[in-house]
């Protein structure tokens, strides 16, 4: 059985996931939950449940925003991790950079750096909806080339409990995100 590649990229992954549950504890209209989705294409996936803190499920609220989000296949937000080296660049990151389909709702740009000790960890974390991320962007022939530094104003606090967290009410920001894209396309890019 041969090893990924990259193996640093299923660690930061779930370094992701952790950070995002860390906003569990800052409900609003919605609370969400993340974990680890199945691979695409050799690449990892997080999926985010997006539910409403009274248990009441998109397709039964009267909600306009809960009908546009029962849309959602099992209320998961797909988000892509995309790898930000903000160290010397040891791994070629483009081939998990580059995409020819846009089948995500949001993006995970993984900012990750080497300790002393030689452990890759999550230095930053920009979370942004898929629209933002695509603005401006075209494909080329091999697909989209987003330049990843570009997204600073996106950057989520690794532990919104110590430090500023800009975006600390997270699952209600991802509402108003994704009823923009479901008014902009009339579906969610990961479920067309």
């Known amino acids: 059985m041969a090893l990924p590649p990259n193996p640093h990229r299923a660690a930061l992954a779930e370094a992701a996931v952790a950070v995002l549950n860390r906003y569990q504890d800052f409900p609003s209209t919605y609370a969400l939950s993340a974990a680890l989705a199945p691979a695409v294409d050799g690449q990892p996936r997080i999926a985010v449940t997006l539910t409403r803190p009274d248990g009441t499920p ?9 009908q546009k989000l029962a849309n959602l296949d099992r209320q998961q937000v797909v988000v ?9 660049n040891l791994w070629d990151e483009s ?3 580059r995409f ?5 709702d949001y993006a995970a740009i993984l900012g990750y750096a080497q300790g002393e000790d030689g452990a890759l960890f999550l230095k930053n974390f920009y979370f942004l909806p898929a629209e933002a991320f695509l603005n401006g962007q075209a494909p080329k022939e091999d697909g989209y080339h987003i330049p990843l530094a570009s997204f600073n104003a996106y950057r989520l606090s ?5 430090t500023f967290a800009r975006f600390l009410y997270l699952a209600e920001r ?4 994704l009823e923009y894209q479901y ?3 009339g579906f969610f ?3 067309p």
């Open 100 to 104: 020819q389909t846009v089948d995500f």
């Open 158 to 162: 690794l532990d919104p409990r110590k």
């Open 58 to 66: 998109f397709v039964q609220s009267p909600d306009p925003l809960d």
């Open 189 to 191: 890019y990961s479920n």
């Open 95 to 97: 081939d998990a950079n």
């Open 174 to 177: 991802m509402g108003e995100a």
């Open 183 to 185: 008014d902009q396309l």
């Open 80 to 88: 892509r991790p995309f790898y930000l080296p903000q160290m010397k």
